[in-house]
Every structure is written in structure tokens, then in C-alpha cells.
């Protein structure tokens, strides 16, 4: 199994690298920040970043290397486990945000249940990533109505540094959904490697309105 000579695969994988590390540092982050003032809150949104760090990390291996197709695919399982636990920890923590824990505290095992359903959906029915495509975008335009409303009223601080990341997530998705794109600014960036930079772009965002939301904020289940 060596490096892919491929040079967009490469390029995608050098930025799914930078995602895991960014996507590390943005969980730890929240959690140095928010752990003292509301416990369940925190390791919600920092699980949500650590899965989505994990399956750059290993996206970084199934772009990267030149391996057998049941490799890889056994690969890509890995992955997709990891962005449907990252989706359900997302819709939960915006549960917490809308409600105080109050709704979140009863989804949780629903959401990790549909997050598993999804994953076995992916490991048995091949091709079938839409089913995640789809179960995203519901995601983030639920969490992206929550955020604007919450800060037009004002009931979150970082609320609208939120509802930003996740804009720029969902253009980042629209990217990749976008096959035909491919950009070339000193090395070739396919839609994969763009998707990657732009999500980059919002993980600093997340960081601080999500941190900014724990300030003064006392847990309510703990």
C-alpha cells in the first residue's frame, strides 16, 4: 500500500489532514472553555467536533493511499460512522441550546440509534452516501433556523457566529456535492479538497460562538 499518485486524491487528503487536526483542536477548545459552566453541553458539541476529526483522519488514509477496493471500503465504513455520530451529536447540542437540555436529554439515544441505522444503511447497500447527503442537509437547516432565531432574539451569546459556521458548512457541502469542480492554485483541488478548505474556514467560527454560549451558563441536569 503506497502513496496515490493522483494528485487531486493527494491534495485531498493533505486538507482532510489539517480538517482532523483543526477538528481535534476545535473539541478540545470547547471543552477547556465550557466543561466548568455546563458539563452536558460541552461534551455534546466537543463529541460532535472529535467524530468529525476522526473521519478526516481517516479520510486522510482512504484519499491517500493506494489500497484494494475492500480495503477501502472497509475504510469508508470508519468514516461514515464517524459523520453520522457527528450529525446526531450536532442535532442534539442544538437541542440543548433551544431547550436547556430539557429536549436533548431525550433525543440523544434516538439520534444515536438513527446515526447507527445510517452507518449499517452504508456498510450493507453501497453507494448509498445520499441517504447521508440528505440526512445532513435536514440537519443543518434545522440547526441553521434555530441559530438565526436564536439570535435574532438574543437568547444565546455566539448564536449568530454559530448560525455562520453552519452556512459556511452548508456551502462547503453544496461544493462537494458538486463533482465538476476543480481548482488549481499551485496544487489541484478537486470538490473534495475544496469542500475540506471551506470547512476549515468554519471551524474557528464554531469555536468561539460555541464557547461564547457557554459563558455564564450553569448545567441544568447535573
Known sequence: MGIISIPTEQTTAFTDLILAVLGTLTAVYIAKKGMGKNPFRTRIWSGAFFFLALSAGVGAIAHGFDMSDKLNGNVWHVINFGLGMTVALFLVATATDLTHHKLAVRILPALILVAII????????????????????IAMLAALGTYIGLAMRKKLDGAAMIAAAI????????????????????????HNGIFHIVQMIALPLFAYGISKGSIGEESKTE
Open 118 to 137: 445510517f452507518f449499517l444503511v452504508t456498510v450493507f447497500i453501497p453507494g448509498s452516501f445520499l441517504v447521508f447527503i440528505i440526512y445532513e442537509s
Open 167 to 190: 452556512f459556511l458548512t452548508m456551502v462547503a457541502a453544496g461544493i462537494q456535492a458538486s463533482e465538476a469542480i476543480n481548482v488549481t492554485i499551485i496544487w489541484e483541488f478537486d
